[in-house]
């Protein structure tokens, strides 16, 4: 459902990101919610794209690979190690560095 038309499981993978995040990296998720920044607006991306618009091509091609072996989570996975390996960086910047 996620890559039909309508995307009606885009909502959904935002939210279970957004509570992700809260769980895992929750001083960064108090932070994007001062700023106002929403999930859908770092990682629609990721989820549309499987990163091939923000990470070197070869390494998108491994991507999908391990998306058609492991699916949707995979997206998950490496998001979250995105913000894990930029999260220093995340925590120093206000909305108008983010977007």
């Not at 939210?15 to 929403?38: M, R, S």
């Not at 989820?47 to 998950?76: A, H, K, N, Q, Y």
Request: glycine fraction near 4%; charged fraction near 20%; include cysteine.
């Amino acid at each position: 459902e996620l890559y039909k038309p309508t995307m009606a499981d885009l909502g959904l993978r935002f939210y279970q990101l957004e509570n992700l995040v809260e769980e895992f990296f929750p001083k960064l998720d108090i932070h994007f919610k001062a700023l106002g920044f929403q999930t859908s607006m770092y990682s629609s991306s990721w989820f549309l794209t499987m990163f091939t618009s923000t990470l070197p091509l070869c390494i998108s091609f491994r991507i999908m690979d391990t998306f058609l072996t492991d699916g949707v989570e995979v997206i998950f996975r490496i998001g979250l190690a995105l913000l894990e390996h930029s999260y220093d960086q995340l925590m120093q910047l206000d909305l108008e560095d983010m977007t």
